[in-house]
């Protein structure tokens, strides 16, 4: 038996400093993901897509190591953001106006033929609400800009504003794809002022502007 994986400490994608923010280029990776809208705080989706999404992440695990003799830590919660207009988030805070999708990634070495069964196995006595809702997907977010954010969520608006704002255009970047939480702490036990959450954008390289006209 091999020893057991923790991504947290072995995957460049799970670290980040505090109040420093870092350039990084990901693989293409997969998840197991659940979609919604609304306000995490009040929304019934928000807590069921959780409840959906664990069971199948620790039956994929236990099949691994069961089967396959690869042991690993279910790596963390993660979420992608976005509204029609992203200052929803840097400005308003309009929470009843965000749509969302939580994820838990999956080890490149499990396949659709695993997922399969681990949905299966997780509905077997009392399926989760929104079990048939949960997928296997593979995200491509390529070059992204993040930091580490220590504290309550909603301290998060003046951090999202300098990395949008200065931080990404002053690289020669431009936003590409959606505002993406790694929630590295459990947001359901921890104090809001402990919680540690990876905060990261997806970017591209700006067009360098036309001369001559």
């Avoid at 620790?58 to 509204?83: H, T």
Wanted: hydrophobic fraction near 40%; charged fraction near 30%; proline fraction near 6%.
């Amino acid at each position: 038996m091999t020893n057991k994986i923790d991504f947290k400490k072995t995957f460049d994608g799970y670290r980040a400093r505090r109040d420093r923010f870092g350039v990084l280029d990901l693989p293409d990776l997969r998840y197991l993901m659940v979609d919604g809208h609304g306000d995490p705080n009040t929304s019934p989706a928000f807590a069921e897509a959780i409840e959906a999404l664990y069971p199948v992440a620790y039956k994929l695990k236990f099949a691994s190591k069961r089967d396959l003799e690869r042991d690993y830590v279910v790596p963390p919660l993660e979420g992608l953001w976005w509204a029609e207009d992203m200052d929803a988030f840097t400005t308003e805070r309009d929470k009843s106006r965000w749509s969302w999708t939580l994820m838990i990634m999956v080890p490149d070495w499990l396949d659709s033929a695993a997922f399969t069964t681990a949905v299966a196995q997780a509905g077997a006595r009392t399926p989760p609400a929104r079990l048939d809702d949960v997928r296997l997907e593979t995200l491509s977010e390529g070059r992204c800009v993040q930091t580490l954010h220590v504290g309550s969520f909603d301290d998060e608006a003046d951090v999202l504003r300098r990395m949008h704002h200065e931080f990404v255009p002053e690289q020669g970047f431009r936003m590409a794809g959606r505002h993406h939480e790694i929630y590295l702490s459990d947001f359901r036990r921890m104090a809001p002022e402990k919680r540690r959450t990876i905060l990261r954008q997806p970017v591209i390289t700006s067009a360098p502007l036309a001369t001559g006209e």
